[in-house]
Structure formats: structure tokens, C-alpha cells
């Protein structure tokens, strides 16, 4: 029997320009139980977010020349034929800022930002905000919007280049290397003496359990990601789960699709201040295709500084 050969008259043929590394791929390399996303098939490329130019269109909603961003191959050229990929893909209309920017800020990273800090944490003018993975794609956006708003926020980091970004360029009040601080509940006692609001979950394990020893009464966990065990075969024990009860805390898991539907009220949101430069971002990108794992594995030892992106053409 011919092999089946999609067409681009049901779908769009898209050359793909950056390519986003994040965190969440690890887990699709294994073998997924109730989870969300799908494995990824061995002898099939990997996909996950970018930004590619449709180069042919079969499908009403994209013409060439559009700039998208969205879920494509690891690869140079892309044909996105099923109506779920279809869906998922949004059109790009703002093309004065740098395309890459919808990989990280005005992509998935920032939209989980933006939905996290303020849907799920509850965020109030004046409150305490301590940000872990603090200079990373979300991060850097989290604690700059907590800025905004006028909270006090600190966010920690994995190296002495990150601390000094996290103060200087970012305007974090404080920051603090979490890989020389041997106690990290002495750690959060220093920087939160009155103990801390709001924290933003970006690492999990040894850390939120430092975390929860210090969160205030009424104080809010949004829970974001883990990274600190997408790598271990055993998940890392959380022992002070209890003060959740004690001090009417409340923890609370957000997955980004979900507020997607916000997206034009994000955009509204924040064009305008990466054009008065109130809001800055970072991104490290590794230049080509064959960049693109060690840029990905990178990501699980805090190589990067900033989004990590991949430029697999220019635009
Ligand atoms: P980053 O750009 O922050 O990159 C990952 C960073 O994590 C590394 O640079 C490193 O920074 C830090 N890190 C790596 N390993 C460890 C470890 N063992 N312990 C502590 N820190 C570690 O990634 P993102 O901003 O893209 O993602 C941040 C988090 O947000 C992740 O947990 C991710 O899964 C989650 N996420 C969740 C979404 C959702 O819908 N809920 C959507 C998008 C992201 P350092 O040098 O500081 O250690």
C-alpha cells in the first residue's frame, strides 16, 4: 500500500525560524501516565513551541508570509496538517519587536508568567514575593511584574552572573545564589524576616520545603514546575506539607493552556511596556539547528542565562 502523504491543501508548510527549549520536553522523553502532554515517538522529530514563516497554505486561517508561533518540528521545514495543531497556532501581528520574543515573553513563558502571578497568586500591592529559577524564562517576567506592582521580591538563582542580572537588569530587591547557601530555610529567614506572601514554584524539592517553613498566614504557592525533579527517577520528598493546614496557605497547580484565552489581553498588556522599556528580557540563543539538543540539556544545569532560544534561521 502507497504511503500516506499529508498535503499542504490540508494544512500550512511552515520554514521554522526559533525554536524554544523548555523544561517540560524532559518528561516526554519518558513514558507518560495521566498526563496532559504525549510522549515523544522515538524516530520521529521532536516538536515544541517556535516561531516559523508559512512558506504554503491549504488552510483559510494562514497565508504565506505569516509569521506564527506555536507547535512545530525540530527541524528545518515543518507540514502542520491536523486540526489540533492547527488550532494551537497563533497568528503573529505585532512584527516590531524581535520575533524570537514569542518563544519567551510575548510566547508560552510569558503567557505562564503573566497567568501565574496574576490569576493564581492573587498578588497585592506591598506584598513579599520570593521567585525560584528566578532568571529564567518565567522568572525574570514574574519578578518584574511583582515589581509593578509594587511587592518586595527576591528570587534566587544558580550562579553569581544571574544574581547580579537578577539585581541589576531585572530590579529585583534582593538575590541570592541558592547553590552556595548550605540552609535554605536560614537563607529565606535572612532575605523574608516577616516571612514571605507569595512564592512562585519554578524548582520544587529541597526548596519549596524551605519555602514552606517560611510562608506567611494566608500566603499563596503558585505551583509553576518542578525542574529539580524532571530528571530524578524518584520524586524528592516534601516533609512540611503540614503548615499549608497551620497557616491556611494555599498551593495551587496552574498549567498555561488553560489562560490562553487571556492572550490578547496579555499582548495589551505588554507591548507597550517592552516598547517604554519597563519590562526587559533575556534570551540566550544558540545559533542552528544542530545547537539545539545541548541547548535543551543546558537548560537541567542552569547553562542558560535568560530564555534559552534556538535560531535555526533568522528573520
Ligand atoms: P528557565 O529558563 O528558568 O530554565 C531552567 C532553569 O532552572 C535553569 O536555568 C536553572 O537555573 C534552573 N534549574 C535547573 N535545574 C535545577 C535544579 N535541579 N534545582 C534548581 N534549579 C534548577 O526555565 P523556564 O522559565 O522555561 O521554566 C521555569 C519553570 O516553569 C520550570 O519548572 C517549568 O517546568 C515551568 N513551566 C510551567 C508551565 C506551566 O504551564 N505550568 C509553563 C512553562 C514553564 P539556575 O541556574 O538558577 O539553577
Redesign the pocket.
Known amino acids: 500500500m502507497a504511503e500516506m502523504v499529508p498535503e499542504v491543501s490540508t494544512g500550512i508548510l511552515v520554514k521554522n525560524l526559533y525554536l524554544s527549549c523548555?523544561?517540560?520536553m524532559r518528561p516526554r522523553m519518558q513514558k507518560l501516565e495521566g498526563s496532559y502532554v504525549e510522549s515523544f515517538k522515538p524516530g520521529s522529530p521532536i516538536y515544541g513551541y517556535g516561531v516559523a514563516k508559512v512558506l504554503d497554505s491549504g488552510h483559510t486561517r494562514f497565508n504565506k508570509g505569516d509569521l506564527i508561533w506555536g507547535m512545530t518540528g525540530w527541524e528545518e521545514y515543518t507540514l502542520i496538517t491536523t486540526p489540533q495543531s492547527l488550532l494551537s497556532l497563533f497568528k503573529i501581528q505585532h512584527t516590531d519587536v524581535p520575533p524570537s520574543y514569542y518563544t519567551g515573553i510575548l510566547g508560552?513563558?510569558g503567557m505562564?508568567a503573566y497567568a501565574?502571578f496574576y490569576e493564581v497568586c492573587s498578588p497585592k500591592f506591598g506584598e513579599y514575593v520570593y521567585v525560584?529559577?528566578a532568571?529564567?524564562?518565567?522568572?525574570q517576567l514574574v519578578g518584574q511584574f511583582a515589581k509593578l506592582l509594587g511587592c518586595y521580591v527576591v528570587g534566587?538563582?544558580?550562579?553569581k552572573d544571574?544574581v547580579d542580572l537578577l539585581k541589576n537588569k531585572f530590579k529585583f530587591d534582593e538575590a541570592f545564589n541558592?547553590k552556595e547557601e548550605e540552609d535554605l530555610n536560614a537563607a529565606l529567614k535572612r532575605y523574608f524576616p516577616e516571612g514571605i506572601d507569595i512564592y512562585f514554584e519554578?524548582?520544587g524539592?529541597k526548596?519549596l520545603d524551605a519555602v514552606l517553613l517560611n510562608m506567611r498566614a494566608r500566603g499563596r504557592i503558585a505551583v509553576?514546575?518542578?525542574?529539580?525533579q524532571y530528571n530524578l527517577d524518584k520524586p524528592e520528598g516534601v516533609y512540611n506539607l503540614t503548615t499549608l493546614i497551620s497557616k491556611g496557605i494555599r498551593m495551587e497547580g496552574?498549567?498555561?493552556p488553560d489562560y490562553y484565552h487571556l492572550y490578547p489581553k496579555y499582548l495589551e498588556m505588554i507591548i507597550p511596556h517592552i516598547k517604554e522599556g519597563k519590562i526587559v528580557y533575556v534570551e540566550d540563543v544558540a545559533e542552528g539547528l544542530e545547537s539545539a539538543p545541548s541547548a535543551l540539556i543546558g537548560?537541567?544545569?542552569?547553562r542558560?542565562v535568560g530564555?534559552?532560544v534556538v535560531a535555526v534561521a533568522h528573520y
Not at 532568571?135 to 522568572?139: K, Y
Not at 537548560?299 to 542552569?302: A, I, M, N, V
Request: hydrophobic share 35%; glycine share 18%.
Open positions: 523548555d523544561p517540560y508560552m513563558p505562564t501565574g525560584s529559577a532568571s529564567g524564562a518565567v522568572g534566587s538563582a544558580g550562579s544571574k541558592y519554578n524548582v524539592g526548596m509553576c514546575g518542578m525542574i529539580s496552574f498549567l498555561v537548560l537541567f544545569s542552569g542558560n530564555k534559552q
